[in-house]
């Protein structure tokens, strides 16, 4: 993932009732109503890429085997971790937690769940040589069902809610995604444009530079990043947010570039495994988000919603009938 070079050198993340979203991203990896809590090992994954190294270390030794981190001393794991008690308690802090009791007891929670898991999969692990074809299809159901679980149970309310309003009342909403996340763009381009909405996504990098460039006041623009450091992603909603549009971020990484220009921050909840890395798991779970959103925006007008999509889908039959 890029770092901080990376970052537009463009006006703050947005203010007033637009909030932005460092809190709004942290308030995300809390959970919310959605469904049940992430584990703590959802939060540590969405920060690892932005913790300086001392955290990093403890971050990667809870990741790596969360059972044995939480039977240690917070002296233990320090040691471990070539660090001090006062940087794991900074740790703790990063993630959203009070301190390192905390910790350990969401890492011991964590570690039964993955247990169970493994139990009644043959999931958890990278794909490797040696794998069946069978034992490669079981796990990438798991990790893709793992995906939509863990975005779903840490998906904001709030901020979705907001979201949704940002939408409903916008003149134009322009969506940009390069490579995997055009995709994604494009699917949330042809569902919003069905139901009557001004929508268009762009795929390409200078398009969707000149397509920010044309965006104002009451406008919106959606960026959608697995990292959230793709140049031309954050480029085009850096210019779409100096313009004035409503800008909105979808993103596995809650301090990534990204958020830097986002008035409002969705956050994913993805771990890639090998043949994965932002283009399989990442998308189903960026999918999710979308569809949230999508039928947030449909349900605010459903008579309208409903009469354009029965005009649509009337309109492809005829075609198909001729």
């Known amino acids: 993932m890029s770092t901080g070079a990376n970052r537009p050198s463009r006006g703050a993340r947005g203010s007033g009732s637009g909030g932005v979203a460092t809190a709004a991203a ?40 969360p059972a044995g981190v939480a039977a240690k001393t917070i002296s233990e794991l320090a040691a471990d971790c070539d660090t001090s008690e006062t940087t794991v308690i900074r740790f703790c802090r990063a993630v ?12 011991a929670a964590a570690a039964g769940i993955e247990d169970a898991a493994a139990m009644t999969h043959t999931a958890g692990g990278d794909i490797g040589p040696g794998d069946s074809l069978a034992d490669v299809v079981t796990k990438l159901g798991y990790a893709d069902a793992r995906a939509v679980e863990d975005t779903v149970a840490q998906i904001d309310l709030e901020v979705l809610e907001r979201a949704v309003d ?19 763009a494009l699917d949330l381009h042809q569902k919003l444009h069905r139901i009557g909405h001004r929508a268009f996504a762009w795929p390409d990098a200078e398009a969707a530079l000149t397509s920010a460039a044309l965006l104002g006041r009451g406008d919106v623009a959606i ?15 850096a210019e779409a947010h100096d313009n004035g549009a409503r800008t909105i971020a979808i993103t596995n990484f809650p301090r990534s570039p990204i958020t830097d220009v986002a008035d409002l921050v969705l956050t994913t909840a993805v771990r890639e495994t090998t043949f994965r890395s932002g283009a399989m798991a990442s998308r189903i779970a960026a999918l999710t988000v979308v569809d949230c959103l999508f039928v947030g925006v449909a349900q605010r007008n459903f008579s309208r919603t409903t009469r354009a999509l029965e005009r649509t889908r009337s309109a492809v039959q005829g075609a198909r009938g001729r």
């Open 26 to 65: 942290g308030a995300s990896l809390l959970g919310s109503e959605a469904g049940p809590p992430p584990t703590v090992l959802v939060r540590i994954r969405a920060l690892l890429p932005t913790l300086p190294p001392s955290e990093r270390r403890v971050a990667e030794a809870a990741i790596a085997d």
């Open 96 to 107: 959203g937690l009070k301190g390192y009791p905390e910790l350990r007891i969401g890492l």
């Open 166 to 184: 940002a939408v409903v009342s916008a003149g134009a909403v322009d969506v940009y995604g390069i490579g995997a996340s055009a995709l994604i």
């Open 223 to 237: 960026g959608i990043s697995h990292t959230g450091a793709t140049p031309a992603t954050v480029t085009a909603l």
